[in-house]
């Protein structure tokens, strides 16, 4: 499966934005899907992730309560909305694919799309 991202942008502290993640093929139901992230300097962090029906998430600590995973199969896209957006959520995003289901370790990615930068200015 062949995955793009994107909706990343600049936004003020407070603001949202939406990004999405386009899948190729016909099998992303078959898969769960993460985000994860990494801000300059750091290593590839986990964000979100959601199995394959879309009835389970997962959240890292640092969005609970301000992002939400969610997909649409039928138009195979992933999507991550990000609400309350500050500072030190600044990073290129990453959609990932994972053939076991949901994880949060990047060990268990088996695809990976190119990223989409999100700058949060204060």
């Known amino acids: 499966v062949q995955l793009q991202a994107s909706g990343g942008g600049l936004v003020q502290a407070g603001g949202f934005l939406r990004l999405s993640c386009a899948a190729s093929g016909r099998t992303f139901s078959m898969y769960g899907m993460d985000w994860f992230r990494q801000a300059p300097g750091k290593e590839r962090e986990f964000v979100a992730a959601i199995n394959w029906s879309g009835a389970n998430t997962l959240y890292t600590d640092s969005v609970k309560g301000r992002f939400t995973i969610s997909r649409d199969n039928a138009k195979n896209t992933l999507y991550l909305q990000m609400n309350n957006l500050k500072p030190e959520d600044t990073a290129v995003y990453f959609c990932?694919?994972?053939?076991?289901?949901?994880?949060?370790?990047?060990?268990?990615?088996?695809?990976w799309g190119k990223g989409t930068l999100v700058t949060v200015s204060s």
């Open positions: 990932a694919a994972a053939k076991g289901g949901f994880s949060t370790s990047i060990n268990n990615i088996d695809y």
